[in-house]
């Protein structure tokens, strides 16, 4: 294995600073074990194998967390080729010595793994050549070590839609940084992956008082994940004003109640 330097300017840097203290180590672990061309065996058994040997906290189900964490703030970049997960570390500009990689590079054959409404725990398989071409379409069960591409095609999704609202409505794109990007990771670990690009579309196009009056940011749109897609699955939208009406009617509904029972109508 060469010998690897970090910069002096990963001290100062936002996207590490973002971390959390094991990511940031498992960042700095990843940059001596990756090849010489900035990739490595994604599986999170073989992650905390080769990272975190005699490290007993770290389990495998950790190692995924920890790089979920790093894709999010795009420190790494986790793709599948072949239905196994690899990793390519970002801005990678080490000079190789070998002369092919150990690892597949992210825009070869790779597959993409879709969620199937109704049926969360059945994916189905599309092999995406170059070309564009699908093939495939068997429905199997999930392959271990592809949780982390699911969330990264689920948060590129979400994304999508939200900016694409977002522009629609205020006619200037939304700014995109480590804060959005670890909100945007947030919102898709709440909903279901099929639903929350549409709930996030929903959100923009919502005219209540207080989300206009901070212009939708992605921080309101985490914080009342399950009531907005509540909102969108059922087409009622819940205002203070609407609240102040039900809340009202329970009250004259109880006062009818409680005078039935006085008079032994009840």
Request: net charge neutral; glycine share 4%.
């Amino acid at each position: 294995m060469p010998t690897r330097y970090l910069k002096p300017g990963i001290r100062d840097s936002d996207l590490i600073n973002a971390l959390s203290p094991l990511a940031e180590t498992l960042f700095y672990r990843l940059l001596v074990t990756v090849d010489d061309f900035g990739r490595a065996d994604a599986r999170p058994a073989m992650i905390k194998a080769q990272c975190f040997p005699i490290k007993d906290t770290v389990t495998a189900d950790v190692a995924a967390e920890l790089l979920d964490e790093l894709s999010a703030c795009s420190l790494v970049q986790l793709y599948a080729v072949d239905g196994k997960p690899y990793l390519q570390v970002s801005k990678w500009d080490n000079a190789p010595r070998a002369k092919e990689s150990k690892f597949p590079p992210p825009d070869a054959v790779c597959i993409q793994v879709h969620t199937l409404a109704r049926k969360p725990r059945t994916v189905l398989p599309v092999t995406v050549t170059e070309t564009g071409t699908e093939t495939g379409t068997d429905n199997r069960e999930p392959k271990p070590g592809l949780h982390s591409t699911q969330l990264q095609e689920t948060c590129r999704a979400v994304w999508d839609r939200y900016a694409a609202a977002y522009a629609d409505r205020y006619r200037t794109p939304p700014v995109r940084n480590v804060k959005t990007n670890a909100l945007i990771k947030r919102f898709a670990q709440l909903l279901p992956a099929e639903e929350a690009p549409d709930v996030a579309a929903h959100y923009v196009q919502h005219n209540g008082q207080f989300y206009v009056s901070k212009m939708h940011p992605l921080e309101l749109l985490v914080t009342d994940a399950a009531k907005l897609r509540t909102e969108w699955a059922t087409g009622t939208r819940m205002t203070s004003t609407r609240a102040r009406q039900i809340d009202k009617t329970g009250s004259m509904l109880d006062l009818v109640a409680e005078i039935k029972h006085e008079r032994g109508e009840a």
